[in-house]
């Protein structure tokens, strides 16, 4: 069974910066492709970013430009860069991985950003 793993919710302040991890318990070589989603209170879960076998990257366009999403693939980990966060990113985030058979997903990790 894959398991996710995510580290580095927290509370942050209005601009400031936090970075999300994502342990996956599956061979990298199995993986189509990962990526970040969150849900805010009352909204439904939207894609975040999103990074493919082969490295592309895609982001929703509120983040463009402050969020970074890259993977180790040494470690079978998946990263989230988050700077001059605002208070609209205040979610629940989760990782999702895509593999050739499933999709899998974290159990979320809670980001809440306050002035």
């Known amino acids: 069974q894959v398991q996710l793993v995510e580290p580095g919710g927290d509370s942050v302040q209005t601009g400031g910066s936090l970075r999300l991890s994502c342990v996956a318990s599956?061979?990298?070589?199995?993986?189509?492709?990962m990526g970040w989603y969150r849900q805010a209170p009352g909204k439904q879960r939207e894609l975040v970013a999103a990074?493919?076998?082969?490295?592309?990257?895609n982001y929703t366009d509120s983040v463009k430009g402050r969020f970074t999403i890259s993977r180790d693939n040494a470690k079978n980990t998946m990263y989230l860069q988050m700077n001059s966060l605002k208070s609209e990113d205040t979610a629940v985030y989760y990782c999702?991985?895509?593999?050739?058979?499933?999709?899998?997903w974290g159990q979320g990790t809670q980001v809440t950003v306050s002035s």
């Open positions: 999702r991985v895509e593999t050739y058979s499933a999709n899998y």
């Open positions: 599956v061979s990298i070589f199995s993986i189509k492709s």
């Open positions: 990074i493919t076998a082969f490295g592309r990257v």
